[in-house]
């Protein structure tokens, strides 16, 4: 099962992260992670792809 952007960021626990938009930036890093994790994972860990899976994540995280 994919993970999507919204399960990550739904895992941000609010006390710690700040009201709103605001994350706390040690999670974000490591939210973002996760994402390009679940991308490489999605392509069978295909190698020379960590950049472009970490880029993409960035994005998806932000929007």
Do not use: C
């Amino acid at each position: 099962m994919a993970t999507t952007v919204k399960q990550v960021k739904d895992d941000i626990n609010p006390e710690i992260a700040g009201f709103g938009d605001t994350i706390y930036l040690p999670n974000r890093d490591a939210k973002i992670a996760e994402l390009a994790y679940y991308k490489a994972e999605s392509r069978g860990f295909e190698p020379g792809h960590e950049m472009e899976d970490w880029f993409a994540a960035e994005q998806e995280f932000i929007v």
